[in-house]
T-cell receptor
Framework: AQKVTQAQTEISVVEKEDVTLDCVYE???????LFWYKQPPSGELVFLIR??????QNEISGRYSWNFQKSTSSFNFTITASQVVDSAVYFC?????????????FGQGTELSVKP | KAGVTQTPRYLIKTRGQQVTLSCSPI?????VSWYQQTPGQGLQFLFE???????NKGNFPGRFSGRQFSNSRSEMNVSTLELGDSALYLC????????????FGPGTRLTVT
């Protein structure tokens, strides 16, 4: 069975603080893909990043960075110098390869609140 | 490029009625997936269509159905609505099936009274 766990339900930080959102996944597939999405109050899910299981390189995009560790089945997301506009619900998702097609399995989401 | 569009954006229906939601994918995208989002269950996969064929189905009753047209546009239908069907229904499109990022529409907020 495939599963994604985001243990942090809510996180509150003050602007300019760094914050890390945790994501742990379970899968028996050897090939799989991991994603992060952002859902601002407007409701539309916004794609942030995709990682395949063979690429463990960390990724940095501006203030965002992602740490993928197969040994601990984790794909954590860090926002550096957070801003009020980062306030949203963030979802980690997993997609297997075999017999899964494009099905995304989402974690429960972490609601991030960045206060000025 | 225009994003994924969904119509209608809001819908109020009565128990027992049926409803059809529409989704237009990003131009060139051939895969369309549907998800249900509720506060209690989170984001759950409904089904996926690729080249007019349902390729994958989530764990939902047969009252939930869908289809995809030759232009990749998709519709989903819910018959005999129940109160528990109240949710945000999200459509997503992608270039292909396996491993591609999915781009989501704004959703249809369905309220069943």
């Amino acid at each position: 069975a495939q599963k994604v766990t985001q243990a942090q339900t809510e996180i509150s930080v003050v602007e300019k603080e760094d914050v890390t959102l945790d994501c742990v996944y379970e899968t028996r597939d050897t090939t799989y893909y991991l994603f992060w999405y952002k859902q601002p109050p407007s409701g539309e899910l916004v794609f942030l990043i995709r990682r395949n299981s063979f690429d463990e390189q960390n990724e940095i995009s501006g203030r965002y960075s992602w740490n993928f560790q197969k040994s601990t089945s984790s794909f954590n997301f860090t926002i550096t110098a957070s801003q009020v506009v980062d306030s949203a619900v963030y979802f980690c998702a997993l997609s297997g390869v075999y017999n899964q097609g494009g099905k995304l399995i989402f974690g429960q989401g972490t609601e991030l609140s960045v206060k000025p | 490029k225009a994003g994924v569009t969904q119509t209608p954006r809001y819908l109020i229906k009565t128990r027992g009625q049926q409803v059809t939601l529409s989704c237009s994918p990003i131009s060139g995208h051939r895969s369309v997936s549907w998800y249900q989002q509720t506060p209690g269950q989170g984001l759950q996969f409904l089904f996926e269509y690729f080249s007019e064929t349902q390729r994958n189905k989530g764990n939902f009753p047969g009252r939930f159905s869908g289809r995809q047209f030759s232009n990749s546009r998709s519709e989903m239908n819910v018959s005999t609505l129940e109160l528990g069907d109240s949710a945000l229904y999200l459509c997503a499109s992608s270039l292909g099936q396996v491993g591609y990022e999915q781009y989501f529409g704004p959703g249809t907020r369905l309220t069943v009274t």
